[in-house]
């Protein structure tokens, strides 16, 4: 997945999310493999992966069936949109004061510059 620079910041590419985004899911362990392999680049920038990803990567262990269940799909859609999740990216002023901003599971942190 790509990055755009611009004078405004970083952000993802959408041409490359688009395609994420319409993936399908996996319909056998070489094709959870696949997917996690893409994926797996991804897991530095996203808070829990390894728990989000688990109901997929338990499928290809060995001697487990393949199942792919509504926990499995929901994770699923839960990690494209974790992954095409259009984040812009910019420096911080630190000369300038600023407020941070945090949710819960600092999926999201907001800055945002006192004038």
């Given at each position: 997945?790509?990055?755009?620079v611009s004078k405004e910041g970083i952000a993802v590419d959408l041409e490359k999310t688009r395609a994420i985004m319409e993936?399908?899911?996996?319909?056998?362990?070489?094709?959870?493999?696949?997917?996690?392999?893409?994926?797996g680049y991804y897991k530095r920038f996203i808070r829990n992966f390894s728990q989000i990803t688990y109901p997929i990567t338990s499928?290809?262990?060995?001697g487990k069936k393949f199942e792919w269940t509504e926990e499995s799909e929901a994770n699923f859609?839960?990690?494209?949109?974790?992954?095409?999740?259009?984040?812009?990216?910019?420096?911080?002023?630190?000369?300038?004061e600023f407020v941070?901003?945090?949710t819960q599971h600092f999926a999201t942190v907001l800055v945002i510059h006192v004038p």
């Open positions: 997945m790509g990055h755009v993936w399908v899911a996996p319909r056998n362990v070489d094709e959870v493999r696949s997917l996690m392999g893409l994926t499928l290809h262990r060995k859609e839960q990690l494209k949109e974790l992954l095409t999740h259009v984040a812009m990216l910019k420096i911080v002023a630190l000369d300038k941070v901003y945090v």
